[in-house]
């Protein structure tokens, strides 16, 4: 009888434990029901409030837009509601065309932070660096509003004119900015030849890029002779703001035979996602330096930190932007959209570039040109031998290295021209020489 008993209690115990155990997640979620249904009762009376006594009549679909674009940029700077008008101008301007000032934008402690000025756009030209503050347009603070309405200030007809009042590191008072409104067409990928060493330029990363940039390189190699006439290749990622997280892909692919080329983890595991590279690489492992600074970021540092993560390039210039976030575009009634960050980049190594960004392997500043810094070259181009009267000639030097020495002399001089116009540049192209010159000797040996 006492063993039926213990047992009897002994199911009783069980079924109060396991009644518990249930109940107070279900209470705690009914609780936070509940307080999220008052919350939305007291959103619905004030904006009822707002209709009914309100100084002037009010656009109940503006108010409540602007409830919503509030509540997603309370989240990040890079979360906001998009109006159908808004949400077609992103559409646009992942296509690589659209109207403006050419300005790549964030919000900082509300104000209004250049990530960067866009290649040939009036921003560009008007001189606005990575890194400046914008406190006023036209005279109107932009302190207090978001982001979205702070571009909408500086948006216009082409042609137009906007003045846009700058805050800058190392200048006491803030300045005054006139531009004029142009439509911006961009061209994602610029590919030159300096020397023996090829130049990608990558503006922004819209549907264009991985293309314009395999097509410019292939038509480069092509005027080279070869692949074995070039030292390789400098990838110029500096004031690109990111873009498309395919086309970061497909350009880190680009010169990656294998292995990841970044990962996204969200909330839920189940979202998270990782990039691998494919065979194939378009400069067939050529040295390969690539240039970043402070306007580099999202997309630009995700391409940079998988090449320097597998040791495909060398990274130089300045620390990057660190916007490691992924933004998921969601499409809602009405054309509208609601761009919501959903997740966080990692290189392969699996460091997160949130608030961090990519470190140089090695840390180039550009400096700004002396006035005299053109004197002080020509001065020191003087001081050869060959430069002295009456110096004895080399009566050992054949023709044809004599003809090798002269344009090695050409390559020299081109080089510290470029280090006067652009001396991270020059600097990146010193760093491929070496490396091609280092490579040619292993292959001798």
Do not use: C
Request: glycine share 10%; charged share 20%.
């Amino acid at each position: 009888m006492k063993k039926y008993l213990l047992s009897a209690l002994g199911g009783t115990a069980l079924g109060l434990l396991v009644t518990t155990q249930f109940a107070a997640p279900l209470l705690a979620q009914e609780e936070g029901n509940q307080t999220l249904y008052e919350q939305l009762d007291l959103f619905g009376t004030i904006l009822e409030r707002i209709r009914a006594n309100y100084v002037e009549e009010v656009d109940e679909k503006q108010l409540i837009e602007a409830a919503i674009n509030g509540m997603l940029t309370s989240l990040d700077p890079h979360s906001s509601y998009l109006s159908a008008d808004d949400a077609a101008d992103m559409r646009v301007q992942t296509r690589g065309s659209f109207g403006g000032l050419g300005l790549e934008v964030t919000q900082e402690d509300g104000w209004v932070k250049v990530v960067s000025p866009m290649d040939g756009t009036p921003a560009d030209v008007a001189g606005l660096q990575a890194g400046d503050f914008i406190t006023a347009v036209d005279g109107q603070s932009v302190m207090g509003l978001v982001l979205d309405d702070a571009v909408e200030l500086m948006r216009g007809p082409v042609g137009s004119e906007v003045t846009v009042t700058i805050a800058r590191e190392g200048r006491s008072e803030a300045f005054d900015v006139t531009l004029v409104r142009d439509t911006i067409r961009l061209t994602a990928a610029r590919v030159r030849t300096e020397g023996r060493s090829i130049v990608v330029r990558l503006t922004t990363f819209s549907d264009q890029t991985y293309d314009n940039m395999a097509a410019g390189i292939a038509e480069q190699l092509e005027a080279a002779g070869g692949i074995d006439n070039v030292d390789g290749v400098v990838l110029d990622l500096r004031n690109n703001p990111g873009g498309l997280l395919n086309q970061a892909i497909y350009v880190s692919d680009a010169f990656l035979e294998t292995g990841e080329v970044v990962s996204t983890r969200g909330r839920d595991p189940v979202e998270s996602d990782r990039y691998n590279a494919t065979p194939g690489d378009l400069i067939d492992g050529k040295p390969l330096v690539v240039l970043i600074n402070g306007g580099s970021a999202s997309a630009s540092e995700i391409v940079a930190g998988a090449l320097q993560d597998h040791g495909r390039a060398i990274v130089v210039g300045t620390q990057s932007f660190g916007k490691g976030s992924v933004q998921t575009l969601m499409p809602l009634d009405g054309d509208a959209a609601m761009r919501l960050t959903t997740a966080l980049y990692y290189t392969p190594s699996g460091r997160s570039i949130q608030a961090v960004g990519i470190s140089p392997d090695i840390i180039v500043e550009q400096p700004q040109p002396s006035p005299d810094a053109e004197e002080t070259a020509a001065a020191g181009a003087l001081r050869t031998e060959a430069s002295l009267r009456g110096s004895l000639n080399n009566p050992n030097l054949s023709d044809d290295e004599r003809e090798h020495l002269e344009e090695q002399r050409a390559r020299a001089e081109a080089t510290a021209a470029l280090r006067q116009q652009d001396y991270q540049m020059a600097y990146a192209i010193d760093i491929l020489t070496g490396l091609s010159a280092m490579n040619v000797q292993r292959g001798a040996q």
